[in-house]
């Protein structure tokens, strides 16, 4: 009798042991891939935005608002977050104009959108109406170019 109680007090520390060891190693795997999310920015929303827009605003206007864009260009390269801000006419078509735009993150381009900057180009865009606009928005990774 005292061989099996001894038995089952074993049985039960040991599967209390068990269960105790199986508990410490969740919270370590859990803090494992919490590390590993926020190393790697799947945790944190922090990627790099890349945008291309592109405008047909015609020659004649491109060329009556250019200074006024390139006023546009140089503040918003000022901006917290901008990393890359260029404008530039189509070699193939000059009555398109492309911009290209890389942000730190998405919150650094959200803030951009309340800068009297980026209103004071609106009212521009209000005022010299474009015949059609087309913006693409990319999370992008900077990658070793082939050649380096």
Not at 22 to 43: G, R
Request: glycine share 2%.
């Amino acid at each position: 009798m005292r061989r099996q109680v001894a038995l089952h007090l074993f049985v039960m520390l040991s599967v209390h042991r068990a269960l105790a060891w199986e508990k410490k190693m969740k919270k370590v795997l859990c803090a494992l891939v919490m590390a590993l999310m926020i190393s790697t920015n799947l945790f944190a929303n922090d990627k790099t935005i890349l945008v291309n827009v592109e405008v047909d605003w015609g020659n004649e206007n491109i060329q009556e608002i250019y200074e006024i864009l390139q006023n546009h260009v140089d503040t918003t390269r000022s901006e917290e977050g901008c990393e890359e801000f260029t404008f530039a006419v189509d070699i193939n078509n000059p009555n398109i104009l492309k911009a290209t735009e890389v942000w730190t993150n998405m919150q650094a381009l959200e803030n951009h959108f309340k800068t009297e900057n980026y209103k004071n180009f609106n009212s521009i865009m209000e005022k010299y109406p474009p015949k059609n606009i087309i913006v693409n928005t990319y999370e992008i990774k900077k990658v070793l170019h082939p050649l380096d």
